[in-house]
């Protein structure tokens, strides 16, 4: 009888972790067509200044051009380094901007979020699940970027130790021990943003509009963040330690920057899932 | 409350929508084992009522138990026994149909023991999807979507099933597939609470029926009680229509000529007036009487008359 079947299910097995349901989103997450699309994007930047700078420069440094982009010609491994700093104002944010105003928006828009609370999933777990899934993008953007750096800079340009910006020299391994802890700074930078964009998610079913609001506020804290008018609020915007990234190529390592970064998007994860959970909590799902 | 037959019940089950009241305060009473339609118009809060009962939607005020549970607080006990369609399906376009089922199952806590292939194929056939499984979900139709939408109402075995107009899209031939399958479900002994706008639907697959209008509850019961209802009516089969209508309309009785030239029907409308002496006055008067025919009211009739419209209009 299914009556008895339905009834004596075992409580406490394995799913109620919600394990299964975060290798599910993450499997529904990168079964996306429009997740590899941004992937492949994000894996265009570094190829591109790659290419760029092989072509036009033919070895001599000319003494323009944005942060570190000479120095590439010297060395492979800036590559990475260079376009992490493209990157980080615009693409990065675009890119989770998608991923976290599409969380829960998303799931409206489809219609399946009713039927993933009726499965039931909890909402709260719900809430998690969706949040640890836009984290891992932020992981696998960030890295798609470092990697696809490392790659193309060793495939165009010559390889060797690096000169730290304390004037200390590290092998390539060390170099690229580096380049990962870096990939992990900026991973830690986009959480507060996909915090927000996760609350942002729960306030409507249109997931375009949660993701251009996303984006849009990324924008506006940097823009914010550039004004010396408002010194007094740089300390407290999600952006403001986007590019703070330096500390993590000297010898030794300063971390003062990575643990104020770190407390500082900890701090929006905080408020921004308060905000979350508590509209999501009570919504009515109507979609 | 007590419940100890019931699988859902609900105490002045109320929605405001702004200043409309989508539902207003229904009693609900669906017996364990029952297959129980849920019949109104379009817009008469029946999709509305279904979220409230699976906690999507907050009540603005009554109670609700579902199984053992009262609703919103127990979802998590009684809602894995529980399978709905909930205002048609809803998929992940970019998967394919197969691979829609174990994202919602994932979602099932705590997950029922045969391993989620197994039950997903089963699911599949059971709809009469195997063939499509592998397709894209975007590619499939509406009746196939419909039929993804009740595989997984059926991932588990359930206690209760919610279906919301699960005909909705599909063709005479998955219409009868979908009557069956709910027959054989609940011969498992799961209680099916299915909504519908078609009453011929509901008349074919329920034992029981509430019938909405405009948010209201108007009809609760068997379909023998709502029949008895009625209206009785009178069926007189005569060559002399024009003298048998004279007579009916004299005894109070607003006569009905149908297709056939020689039937005519009134309802008995007055209080008291029995059917013999409606036959006696007809003899009476020299009509022929070939036949004389006493039923109790078409519930189509007696739905008309509840909501005030026919079934396929809009609310
Ligand atoms: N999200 C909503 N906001 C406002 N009104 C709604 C909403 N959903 C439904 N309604 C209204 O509630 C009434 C009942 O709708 P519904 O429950 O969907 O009816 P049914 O399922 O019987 O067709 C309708 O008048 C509809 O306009
Ligand atoms: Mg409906």
Redesign the pocket.
């Known amino acids: 009888m299914p009556a008895e079947s339905a009834q004596d299910r075992p409580i406490g097995s394995g799913g109620s972790l919600g394990l299964t349901l975060v290798l599910s989103e993450i499997a529904v997450l990168f079964r996306r067509l429009r997740t590899w699309a941004m992937i492949g994007a994000l894996a265009l930047i570094p190829i591109l200044i790659a290419v760029v700078v092989r072509v036009s420069s033919d070895g001599s440094a000319s003494g323009r051009g944005p942060a570190f982009l000479d120095s590439i010609t010297q060395n492979g491994l800036f590559v990475s380094l260079t376009a992490l700093t493209v990157a980080i104002p615009l693409f990065l944010p675009l890119t989770i901007g998608v991923v976290a105003g599409d969380t829960i928006a998303g799931e409206a828009n489809l219609g399946t979020l009713r039927y993933l609370l009726i499965a039931p999933a909890g909402r709260i777990r719900l809430l998690l699940v969706k949040y640890a899934g836009a984290a891992l993008f932020c992981l696998v953007a960030t890295l798609t970027v470092v990697v696809t750096g490392a790659i193309i800079g060793a495939l165009l340009f010559p390889v060797g130790p690096v000169t730290l910006l304390s004037g200390d020299t590290v092998g390539i391994v060390g170099y690229f021990l580096r380049l990962l802890l870096l990939a992990l700074y900026v991973t830690v930078s986009l959480l507060g943003l996909s915090a927000i964009g996760l609350f942002i998610s729960t306030l409507t079913t249109v997931p375009v509009g949660a993701m251009a609001a996303t984006a849009a506020l990324a924008a506006v804290a940097q823009i914010l963040g550039a004004l010396p008018q408002l010194e007094w609020l740089h300390p407290w915007l999600f952006t403001n330690y986007w590019l703070g990234f330096a500390d993590l190529l000297r010898e030794p390592i300063a971390w003062t920057s990575f643990a104020d970064n770190a407390l500082l998007q900890l701090g929006y994860i905080a408020v921004f899932g308060t905000l979350a959970y508590g509209r999501f909590s009570t919504k009515?799902v109507?979609s | 409350m007590s419940s100890d037959g019931l699988a859902i019940e609900t105490r002045g089950l109320t929605k405001v929508?702004?200043s409309?009241k989508?539902?207003n305060g229904i009693d609900l009473a669906v017996p364990r084992g029952s297959v129980f339609g849920f019949l109104?118009?379009?817009?008469?809060?029946?999709?509305?009522?279904i979220?409230m009962l699976l906690g999507l939607a907050s009540a603005s005020s009554g109670e609700i138990r579902l199984l053992d549970g009262v609703m919103p607080r127990d979802a998590r006990g009684v809602l894995p026994r529980v399978g709905a369609l909930v205002?048609g399906p809803a998929i992940y376009p970019f998967l394919s149909g197969r691979a829609n089922l174990p994202r919602l199952d994932a979602a099932d806590r705590p997950p029922p023991p045969p391993p989620r292939s197994t039950r997903v194929d089963a699911a599949l056939e059971r709809v009469g999807l195997g063939h499509a499984a592998t397709k894209r979900a975007a590619a499939y139709s509406l009746g196939m979507k419909q039929r993804l939408g009740i595989a997984n109402a059926l991932l588990a075995p359930r206690d209760l099933l919610i279906l919301?107009?699960p005909t909705n899209g599909l063709d005479p031939q998955g219409t009868r597939e979908v009557r069956g399958l709910i027959r054989s479900l609940s011969e498992d002994g799961t209680t099916v609470f299915v909504?519908s706008?078609l009453l011929a639907e509901v008349e074919q697959m329920c034992s029981r029926i509430a019938v909405?209008s405009a948010?209201r509850l108007v009809a609760q019961g068997t379909l023998d009680e709502l029949r008895s209802e009625g209206t009785a009516r009178v069926r007189v089969t005569t060559p002399d229509i024009d003298d048998a209508s004279r007579v009916l309309a004299r005894l109070g009785l607003p006569p009905q000529v149908h297709g056939r030239d020689d039937t005519i029907t009134a309802e008995l409308v007055v209080e008291g007036l029995l059917p013999e002496t409606v036959n006696a006055a007809l003899v009476q008067d020299g009509v022929r009487v070939r036949g004389f025919e006493v039923s109790g009211a078409s519930l189509e009739d007696r739905f008309v008359a509840l909501t005030g419209e026919g079934f396929d209009v809009a609310?």
């Open positions: 009515d109507l | 929508f702004g409309q989508a539902v109104g118009p379009n817009g008469s809060g029946k999709t509305t009522t979220r205002e919301d107009e909504s706008h909405m948010g609310g």
